[in-house]
């Protein structure tokens, strides 16, 4: 069975840091671009990042640009997101999604989701 | 401000057909492939139209999609409760900050 499965969420103080993962299963990892996508509370979908299937190349959303860094570990079939500089803007839902067709930024939609894991930004 | 703009809700009857509209420019839609998302309360998006108009497996041929220009469409017909959910266009952006946009999502009520 195809499957993401993310954890690393958690309440964090304003400015503080986080570490989420995404492993994945079911699926040849290393062939798909991966990106993270986020949902603030009563909120839309708001796309985060994309990593390469090697993991050299990355696009950010401008929101979170320099505080973010995606990487991942394809020995281990595990997506990363480093959450910097944390701001109750940050506050969501994080899902990690793969990309239908493998080696495509986008061709294929996003065609397996995580089910989340929430990031809570307070003091 | 969402990138792509849709409606924020919807409504039909049971039965009926329905069509949700997804606007954007020449850096988006106009030159990327359209994906819709369907998502219920609580639970993470799933793919319901990759491509601007293929059905994943499993998707019911009720959902269809389609695009043209710069706008996209997505089409729900035999409208059945079970349907009632948000709704989200995406696609890719190749502005200079590239990446993925989505739209504010579409809220359908099946009435």
């Known amino acids: 069975e195809v499957q993401l499965l993310e954890s690393g969420g958690g309440l964090v103080q304003p400015g503080g840091s986080l570490r989420l993962s995404c492993v994945a299963s079911?699926?040849?990892?290393?062939?798909?671009?991966m990106s993270w996508v986020r949902q603030a509370p009563g909120k839309g979908l708001e796309w985060v990042s994309a990593?390469?299937?090697?993991?050299?190349?990355?696009y950010y959303a401008d929101s979170v640009k320099g505080r973010f860094t995606s990487s991942r570990d394809n020995s281990k079939n595990t997506l990363f997101l480093q959450l910097n500089g944390l701001t109750a803007e940050d506050t969501a839902v994080y899902y990690c999604?793969?990309?239908?067709?493998?080696?495509?930024?986008?061709?294929?939609?996003?065609?397996?989701w995580g089910q989340g894991t929430t990031v809570t930004v307070s003091s | 401000q969402s990138v792509l703009t849709q409606p924020p809700s919807v409504s039909a009857a049971p039965g009926q057909k329905v069509t949700i509209s997804c606007s954007g420019g020449?850096?988006?839609?106009?030159?990327?492939?359209v994906s819709w998302y369907q998502q219920f309360p609580g639970t993470a998006p799933k793919l319901l139209i990759y491509?601007?108009?293929k059905r994943p497996s499993g998707i019911p041929d009720r959902f269809s999609g389609s695009k043209s220009g710069t706008s996209a469409t997505l089409g729900i017909t035999g409208l059945q409760t079970g349907d009632e959910a948000d709704y989200y266009c995406?696609?890719?952006?190749?502005?200079?900050?590239?990446?993925?946009?989505f739209g504010g999502g579409t809220k359908l009520t099946v009435l």
């Open positions: 999604a793969k990309v239908g067709r493998s080696g495509s930024w986008s061709d294929g939609g996003m065609d397996v």
């Open positions: 990593i390469s299937s090697g993991g050299v190349n990355t």
């Open positions: 020449s850096s988006n839609i106009g030159n990327n492939y």
């Open positions: 995406g696609t890719w952006d190749t502005t200079l900050s590239a990446g993925w946009v």
């Open positions: 491509e601007n108009n």
């Open positions: 079911g699926f040849s990892f290393s062939t798909y671009v």
